[in-house]
């Protein structure tokens, strides 16, 4: 098994690599996805975050209430450090089920939009940033997802720098450009890996 660490700025691309990864052959571990999953309506992991921030933080529905969660968290360090305190070691137990499920000869990439930020790169054979340049972040965050300019700025801020992001890579893919030039530079990383992966372990799936 090769386990592979996919990391990039907001706005850079990271998911549409994602997809094209797993279209290819890989087993996606979606850190995101998995956080919201161990917090849903009726599991433990949600009991918890109430017990902790109490039920103010709960929507009529019974499901979290995220705005409300996020406004007790964003500013307060402790605050978080108790929210990640709890959804931290469930969404790693519930990553390492999916990566033991996947079998011995497959290519795990973990989804991990702060890998860079919480210092994560050791924990994988290889890491892929997905690389843009700030003004493209920028631009795809205002024209594509309807941010203000302040607010997509506010987010970009909040990660690591390109440079740190870079620092940490062992494999780099260039999303400045149109979508067409993103699928042959994926491609490319997928047979690396792909080699990478029979080189531990005999061959993987291509």
Do not use: C
């Amino acid at each position: 098994m090769l386990k592979v660490g996919l990391t990039g700025g907001i706005g850079a691309g990271k998911s549409e690599v994602s997809r094209l990864l797993a279209s290819y052959g890989a087993v996606i571990v979606d850190a995101d996805k998995i956080a919201r999953e161990v917090v849903a309506a009726g599991t433990p992991g949600l009991a918890a975050v109430t017990a902790e921030f109490g039920p103010e933080v709960l929507a009529p529905d019974g499901s979290l209430d995220r705005p409300a969660l996020g406004a007790i968290v964003f500013g307060d360090p402790e605050r978080r450090a108790a929210l990640n305190a709890i959804v931290h070691p469930l969404v790693g137990a519930r990553s390492a089920e999916l990566e033991a499920a996947a079998g011995p000869d497959a290519i795990v990439v973990h989804d991990v939009p702060l890998l860079a930020e919480n210092g994560l790169a050791p924990l994988y054979e290889a890491v892929v940033v997905v690389d843009a340049a700030p003004r493209t972040q920028l631009d795809r965050l205002v024209r594509l997802r309807g941010m203000t300019p302040e607010d997509a700025r506010a987010r970009m801020a909040a990660q690591a720098t390109r440079e740190e992001r870079l620092a940490v890579a062992d494999l780099v893919i260039d999303n400045d450009g149109p979508r067409e030039a993103l699928e042959p530079q994926v491609r490319e990383v997928w047979a690396e890996l792909v080699e990478r992966a029979e080189a531990l372990s005999g061959p993987a799936p291509r």
